[in-house]
Every structure is written in C-alpha cells, then in structure tokens.
C-alpha cells in the first residue's frame, strides 16, 4: 500500500472529524433509528430510510477516513530542511511574471487542498511545476487558460 503526504495539521483535521464522526454523527443516528423503528411498519416509513441511508454515509466515511490515516505519511513542514527548494508542505511566495501579482501557496495533500486558504494539491499543476524549484527560479504551469510563468519569490517551511 502506498503512502499518501499528509501535513500535520491536515492529519489532525482528519483525526478530529473521525472523532466526531465516532463520537457525534454514530450515536445519533443509532438514535434516529431507534426512533424511526419505535413507529412501527419500516416499509413506508421515510424516516427509518433517511436514518439508514445517513448511517450507511457515516460508517462510509469512518472507513475512508480510518484508510486514510492508516496510510498516511505524515510531514511536520517545520521539519523539513530541504535547502530552500520547493517541496510537500512548504509554503511558496510566487509572482505572475505577466501582471505582477504576487500569491502565496501552501503545497498540501489532495485531502487538504482549499484554494481559499491557499492550499494547494501536491498533484495539481501548479504544485507540480513548483516542486523542485528555489527563489529566483521561474515555473512555467500549463493551464486552462494557457501557458502562465511565475517566479518563485520565497520558499517557507512553516
């Protein structure tokens, strides 16, 4: 089984919502089935449905979660000393060589990935053009839109 990168803190998001999961979501729709059992024929009953149908997303959902985190490799990008080159987890200060306008970019595991918090996904495009490269370096990123050039302004590992 291959490792999937996670950072440390998206790991912990997931620990968190597998948590809840297990602890919130499990008993109540145990609860809910209770219920929906307690008014008597199931067969027409939509509730017992809605209940059987959230459950079955629930446990769904703790199994991916549990397979996820078990396969995980998990990264500290405080800990990482890769010589001021682009890599999971650190974070890039780029410049659009055409306009000007300067992004920064968190590159995060595809679990992570949020563009409004500025993450992006290790197997984006973006993300891949940068990997490898240092300040002052310029990645060329194949678009939707075409052809885009940045230039790496700053390579963080925080």
Known sequence: MSKTPLTLV?????????????TVE?????GAISEARAQGD?????EYDAA????????????EL???????????????NAGGRCV?????????VNNGDVVTYQIVGDDEANIRERKISIS??????????MSG??????????????????VQYI
């Open 42 to 46: 199931l067969s027409e009953n939509a």
């Open 52 to 63: 059987k149908e959230r459950q079955s997303f629930v446990e769904g959902r703790i199994v």
């Open 26 to 30: 499990r008993p109540s729709v145990i």
């Open 66 to 80: 549990e397979g996820k985190l078990g396969s995980a490799q998990i990264i500290d990008p405080k800990t990482i």
């Open 88 to 96: 999971f987890g650190s974070t890039v200060v780029l410049e659009d």
């Open 10 to 22: 998206g790991a912990e998001l997931l620990r968190q919502e597998l948590h809840r999961l297990k």
């Open 124 to 133: 984006s495009p973006i993300a891949r053009a940068l990997i490898g490269k």
């Open 137 to 154: 370096d310029i990645a060329e990123v194949i678009a939707p839109s075409g052809m885009r050039e940045y230039e790496v302004v700053d």
